[in-house]
T-cell receptor, first 110, second 115 residues
Framework: SQQGEEDPQALSIQEGENATMNCSYKTSINNLQWYRQNSGRGLVHLILIRSNEREKHSGRLRVTLDTSKKSSSLLITASRAADTASYFCATDKGTDKLIFGTGTRLQVFP | DSGVTQTPKHLITATGQRVTLRCSPRSGDLSVYWYQQSLDQGLQFLIQYYNGEERAKGNILERFSAQQFPDLHSELNLSSLELGDSALYFC??????????????FGQGTRLTVV
């Protein structure tokens, strides 16, 4: 069963704009991670945020976590065409499982 | 390159057949996960092994089974294949388990087509 639900399902923006994706989950977690997947390829880890953290940055990525609302957001600033991919959040549901959401498909137009 | 190797990359087989997918985790990683991704779908967690032992189970069909060997490589066996089993199967490895505190490294997947 899916733990996370990403929103929106698809997002189209122009290069240079910011892209924001949201993830909601249902049960308590230890950590939340964001991954990127280029079409038909393996997933690549982007960032991990622990349940006691509220915000984390990595380059052009900014992730926030609100455990009271069971939600997280991923912001990609100054997007590039190369950012075109699907983005997934993944949670551990407080266990050893790593459960992925349904993903947001991001299209960045040059 | 994530360091996780999956073989084969592509597999085409007929309904009713049995196949084995292989995964070699990153050097030193004790935990292996298997996922199924159908066309344009999210990843369905199938099963996780840690140091040879089954650790967590997800939506894995009874026709599917997996194991992790002493050298830590893992195999996913799919039997009595149906058309609906056509999907990308991913393996991921991670250094350790519970509470999950590190990233997972994914292989490039095995694309299974059942005809």
């Amino acid at each position: 069963s899916q733990q996370g639900e990403e929103d929106p399902q698809a997002l189209s923006i122009q290069e240079g704009e910011n892209a924001t994706m949201n993830c909601s989950y249902k049960t308590s977690i230890n950590n939340l991670q964001w991954y990127r997947q280029n079409s038909g390829r393996g997933l690549v880890h982007l960032i991990l945020i622990r349940s006691n953290e509220r915000e984390k940055h990595s380059g052009r990525l900014r992730v926030t976590l609100d455990t009271s609302k069971k939600s997280s957001s991923l912001l990609i600033t100054a997007s590039r065409a190369a950012d075109t991919a699907s983005y997934f959040c993944a949670t551990d549901k407080g266990t050893d499982k790593l459960i992925f959401g349904t993903g947001t498909r991001l299209q960045v137009f040059p | 390159d994530s360091g996780v190797t999956q073989t084969p990359k592509h597999l085409i087989t007929a309904t009713g057949q049995r196949v084995t997918l292989r995964c070699s985790p990153r050097s030193g990683d004790l935990s292996v996960y298997w996922y199924q991704q159908s066309l344009d779908q999210g990843l369905q967690f199938l099963i996780q092994y840690y140091n040879g032992e089954e650790r967590a189970k997800g939506n894995i069909l009874e026709r599917f089974s997996a194991q992790q060997f002493p050298d830590l490589h893992s195999e996913l066996n799919l039997s009595s294949l149906e058309l609906g089993d056509s999907a990308l199967y991913f393996c991921a490895s991670s250094p350790w388990t519970g509470p999950l505190n590190t990233e997972a490294f994914f292989g490039q997947g095995t694309r299974l087509t059942v005809v």
